[in-house]
């Protein structure tokens, strides 16, 4: 029996930053050699970034891709490491993994079974690798796969027929969604047990647009437990001792073959196997929030941001949420009431800020709300506007002042709408959906309020005031205006746009769920008819299987109707 010590690296790389994206991996290389460690592997493209989408296109982006493999190469002394990078040849381009060693590029692995997902299409962009490697180090044999690759060459059996192989080192960048990560580990503990073999999956840590990225690598034995796991949301070197056989050449099967010429380290103190806890679901998706919120503020070169302050639940939370991810000093609140602000949203917004010890600002809207009416009036006949007009023009007019303030100081505006709200339409274009950032955007009104409950949970104190956990939600545009004037209540609507939205329920089905066939109707029309607010709103984080963008999109000008 020999003792392979694996790392892997579960790093937060920048798209398009080949210089910083080179400079972690190699501070992670000498982290991992400092470690004693045989191999470290690192995620998916690790060098470009993940998705680098049509950053692929570009001839220069490739070429200095390549230059700075070759930095990463020249750090690989006494240690073989596996990087995951575009490879382009010939005219043609490879999701590829370089195996390297002792400064020297040993091989590449190129992706077979191309993804093609809604967070990144591989086949738009790559051509697919032909082979499948094996590995010797020292007697030991590897196989480096993308988990895409891994799923195919169990479900055909392969993996069961190849006993050269010790261990199989899985590199991923798979966005997350609620249960995802639960979902990924269940799914190679299964492969693992199933064809008796080792299985490191490592996947990459960060925020990327849209998308997060949590994390969680594990290490799974032949039965498929886990005997080693990273902490999800954040950057970590996974150290894993593990005990194998030496090989037993398959003559049944074929597979590339290739010697490293290495040694396995010597005697060393054997390394402390951590198993981190597995997430409760509500602070699962929290930290996604952070986590993302953090990235797209700072990777896109922001330090402060600012939201409007209502004095409801959405706005709290967004608050809270920016506080953790940046810092009280880097959160600024602006409170914009009007005469139709009750006196306990004034309060509670105040309080909000109070707890959170962030920056707020005053900016009484009416007089600007008045000089608007004056001026509908004079420009409608000298007949005043509408309710909707009067309505809609209070969140245009919150928007306004917050884009200045983006504008004089460069704080990025966070948009403060629910998926709830969003799927609906229950919202003002070019008002409250006006920002850079809709932090909430996937997350249902119904999950909004357990993620406060979480937060005051977690705090040991009412952060977020106990009042806004139970008054009615209300926009406050028009006096006694609740959501529930226009909208059902979100116990039931969440359900069905859940439904509808994620597990594609007709109308049939989602009647005999026990729901008003004209509600039903009536709920969808609204999601079918707002598409085009969606498209015209700030992207959000994505927290379910299936959020509005790219995940989802109806046609703007679509006639049917069910």
Known sequence: MKTLRIALAQIN???GDLKGNSEKIIEYIEKARANDADIVM???LAVTGYPPEDLLLDKGFLKNTMSHLDNIISHTKDIVAIVGFADSMNKKVYNAAGIIANRTLIDTYRKINLTKSNVFDDSKYFKRGRNYPLYDLDGIGFCPVFLNDLKHLDNTGNLKRNTSSSIILCMDASCYYTGKPAETEKAVSMIASRNGKYIACLNMTGGQDEWVFEGNSFVADTTGKIIAKSPA???DLLLA??????NIPSPDYKMKSISIPSKLKGKRLPVQTKIVNTLEPVEEVYRALVLGTRDYVRKNGFKKVVLGLSGGIDSALVAVIAKDALGEENVAGISMPTRYTSEESKIDA???VKNLNIQCIEVPIDTLYDSYLNLWISV???EPPSQLTRENIQPRIRANILMAFSN?????????????EVGSGYSTLYGDTAGAFAVIKDVPKTLVYELARWVNKRGGTQIIPGRILTKAPTA???HNQKDTDTLPPYEVLDPILEAYIEDNKTIEELTAMGNDPALVNKIIAMIQKNEYKRRQSPIGIKITKKSFGKDMSFPITNRYRY
């Open 13 to 15: 790389p920048t798209v």
């Open 42 to 44: 690192f995620p998916e």
């Open 233 to 235: 949301f954040e950057e």
């Open 241 to 246: 001792d593990i005990r194998l056989k030496k």
């Open 350 to 352: 105040l309080e909000i």
């Open 380 to 382: 409608f006949n000298n």
């Open 408 to 420: 004089n100081f460069g704080w990025l505006v966070l948009a403060t709408g629910n998926k709830s």
């Open 476 to 478: 406050e545009l028009k």
